[in-house]
């Protein structure tokens, strides 16, 4: 009973407690960081395109405020530039879709992060359906989700694809594992079924989702090798959840008495599973790597069109002779 708590892995010292290794999302989103700025710097140098993230923020939701001045922070941190464009709480649908056409249009801008969660009078669906799909470095527009569905991403959504991340550079096993996915929002649980799930690198997994109307939840989730919990609800994952040995992911950020806390009861969990996220310093800084990550790419995309575009132009300008000189060649 009382060794059913304890550390069997280690054979020297079958009596220590377990504690998982922890996985640190901090140290790592500054070494993902770090590549990405070298990556920026190599872009800027050969085409003088300076990658640059328009960040749009409705109202005053104070966290909303801390997340996108982080986001902005790390853009200019890694050499890109960023602009933040605030609207009030009283916002219209219309006003917000005007703006969203004006940063479509506007070659400066490569990503564009729409913060979610809107005030409750915005149509969510049909803003983000608004967005270019080559700025959306969020992978919210129904083309790039339909992208990852099929397994040909343009961008992955930057929680999910931190994740992955951090899974596949601590070696942890994700092929053929049983992972459980606590959640299903757009923005973590969906995508981070489907990712898992896909063939290939940083996929191959069998994927279980739950959420609040799954039945047997603690019986699901003592099937996994690897959980991944995203649902909002202070320390909710408790030690009898979790199989001894499991890699447990912490997405949740929640605002309490004693400060930020997981989804997961942190303290209790770490002496059964084998690795383990904190919060804070797990998941969200690897979120926002993944961003800068997405708005490089999505500069490097938009050259490469525009690249394509302009080649398109010069081939025509040099076809045009050409046709023109085929109207005075007389039939024969
Ligand atoms: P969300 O939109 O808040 O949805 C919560 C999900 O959890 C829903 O699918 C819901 O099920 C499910 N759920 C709620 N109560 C449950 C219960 N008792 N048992 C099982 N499932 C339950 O989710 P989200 O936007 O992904 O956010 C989740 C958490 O992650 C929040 O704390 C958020 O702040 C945090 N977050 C962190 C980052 C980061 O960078 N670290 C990024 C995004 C979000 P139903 O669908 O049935 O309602």
């Known amino acids: 009973m009382l060794l059913s708590k304890f550390r069997t892995l280690n054979p020297l010292s079958p009596i220590l407690p377990m504690t998982a290794v922890i996985l640190d999302g901090k140290a790592l989103a500054e070494k993902i960081r770090a590549e990405i700025a070298d990556e920026a710097a190599a872009f800027i140098a050969a085409s003088a395109?300076?990658?640059c993230l328009?960040?749009?923020?409705?109202?005053?939701?104070?966290?909303?405020?801390?997340?996108?001045?982080?986001?902005?922070?790390?853009?200019?941190?890694?050499?890109?530039?960023?602009?933040?464009?605030?609207?009030?709480?009283?916002?219209?649908t219309a006003e917000l879709l005007a703006l969203v056409e004006r940063l479509n249009g506007d070659p400066k801008v490569h990503g564009i992060l729409v913060q979610l969660p809107l005030p409750k009078q915005i149509n969510e669906y049909q803003v983000l359906e608004a967005i270019d799909p080559l700025k959306d470095v969020d992978a919210l527009h129904p083309e790039n989700v339909g992208r990852i569905v099929q397994g040909r991403p343009r961008f992955l959504p930057c929680t999910p694809q931190g994740i992955q991340q951090l899974l596949i550079r601590n070696n942890i096993q994700i092929a053929g594992a049983n992972v459980v996915v606590l959640g299903r929002s757009e923005i973590v649980g969906k995508p981070m079924a489907i990712m898992l799930m896909q063939r290939g690198p940083g996929g191959d997994a069998t994927v279980t989702v739950c959420h609040s109307r799954t039945k047997n939840l603690p019986e699901i989730c003592r099937t996994a090798d690897i959980l991944i919990v995203a649902i909002g609800k202070a320390k909710f994952l408790t030690a009898d959840m979790v199989k001894p040995g499991a890699t447990v992911i912490d997405v949740g950020i929640n605002r309490t008495d004693a400060g930020l806390v997981?989804?997961?009861?942190?303290?209790?969990?770490?002496?059964?599973?084998?690795h383990i996220?904190?919060?804070p310093g797990g998941i969200g800084p690897l979120t926002i790597a993944m961003l800068l990550k997405n708005t490089l790419q999505a500069a490097k995309l938009q050259a490469q069109s525009q690249g394509k575009k302009s080649g398109d132009q010069q081939s025509a300008v040099k076809t045009q002779p050409q046709a023109s000189a085929r109207k005075h060649i007389p039939y024969t």
């Open 277 to 279: 996220t904190p919060v």
């Open 49 to 51: 395109v300076v990658p």
């Open 54 to 92: 328009a960040a749009v923020l409705v109202g005053e939701n104070p966290a909303s405020q801390t997340y996108v001045r982080n986001k902005q922070k790390a853009c200019e941190k890694a050499g890109m530039a960023s602009v933040l464009k605030a609207l009030k709480t009283e916002t219209t």
């Open 262 to 274: 997981g989804d997961v009861d942190f303290q209790a969990v770490k002496d059964v599973a084998a």
